[in-house]
């Protein structure tokens, strides 16, 4: 069937209205029965937002942004939020990319969602909001950084790289397997490992309130002005042990006195012993005598005090008195 011009026309308005009505209330939310509460947020810049952007909270799409203004300050964002979704007043407000092209949306980031919540014609400041790091701001950094670098340094640093690596192929295959080696030993060891670093962290709590660190920046001060008596003490010993190598060395004057002196001994014990045997019976009740020192200590710390004085107690008998 063919129609007219006429026909055409309307089918053509009929689907050209329809379209509309669905972009403006499918797609842009401009639905005239649609409640919305409506925010104003401050920020320094739009950092890439659209007057089509996207509000979510937690990722959940809940409102628009409606217009961008400028402000004395910077822009003014007005926001159009559902009121079927109320967005707490205290929640994290970030300008996230919606995908790597750069699109920007508003995203609240409420830790409960619980009142108090924005109410409508609220000002939130731009202080409020997290900073973000746009795509082109990203592209515009890397591209300044790029263009501080020189290529011949670039060069030089990767013709040096290369040179290192060329024919060490055996070391680096060692430092492959050494690192294998003890990446197996911090897996076997794993609870080992884990006692060690608890143990670690026992030993080093409190420190703060011994005040280690103090101590150790004390230590740090003081060790340099130690280090010329310690080289002087090592010194000295060196010297010492020098001084004893001709009195105490084999054939010296020392060891010959103890020759001798076990010669005699040894000349002495034939004739001494019937004289011995003789004393032996003599001397047996003193065998069992037992000497304490520690009881002469007590008596000598007692009788004695630190600074050398004698003390003397004197025990005065009672007596009748008329």
């Not at 092209?101 to 969602?113: H, R, S, T, V």
């Not at 939130?124 to 795509?135: E, H």
């Amino acid at each position: 069937m063919k129609l007219n011009a006429s026909a055409t026309l309307v089918i053509l308005a009929v689907l050209t209205l329809v379209g509309a009505a669905y972009m403006s209330l499918g797609v842009l939310d401009m639905g005239p029965t649609r409640q919305v509460t409506r925010l104003t947020l401050l920020l320094d810049s739009s950092g890439g937002l659209l007057p089509t952007s996207q509000v979510t909270m937690r990722g959940i799409k809940v409102g628009r942004v409606s217009g961008i203004q400028t402000a004395p300050h910077g822009l003014a964002v007005s926001i159009e939020l559902d009121r079927e979704h109320p967005v707490p007043a205290d929640s994290a407000i970030t300008v996230e990319n919606l995908s790597v092209a750069g699109e920007q949306y508003i995203d609240f980031k409420p830790e409960l969602i619980q009142p108090p919540y924005f109410g409508d014609g609220a000002v939130i400041p731009a202080d409020r909001v997290a900073p973000r790091v746009t795509v082109s701001e990203l592209l515009g950094r890397v591209n300044a950084l790029l263009s501080a670098v020189n290529p011949a340094d670039v060069n030089t640093i990767v013709s040096n790289a290369s040179q290192a690596l060329a024919g060490n192929d055996g070391t680096l295959d060692s430092l492959a397997t050494t690192a294998g080696l003890a990446a197996k030993v911090v897996q076997d060891d794993k609870q080992l490992l884990t006692a060690l670093f608890a143990n670690l962290s026992t030993l080093t709590t409190g420190m703060g309130e011994l005040e280690v660190g103090k101590v150790f920046s004390e230590t740090g001060t003081l060790l340099p002005s130690a280090v010329p008596a310690f080289i002087r003490l090592i010194h000295e010993f060196d010297e010492l042990s020098h001084t004893g190598q001709r009195v105490l060395g084999p054939g010296d004057s020392v060891g010959r006195l103890i020759t001798k002196l076990d010669e005699y001994l040894e000349m002495m014990s034939v004739p001494l012993a019937p004289f011995a045997e003789a004393l032996q019976p003599a001397t047996a009740p003193l065998r069992d005598i037992r000497i304490d020192a520690g009881h002469w200590l007590d008596f000598w710390e007692s009788t004695f005090n630190d600074t050398g004085g004698l003390r003397i107690q004197l025990n005065v008998p009672d007596w009748h008195q008329p």
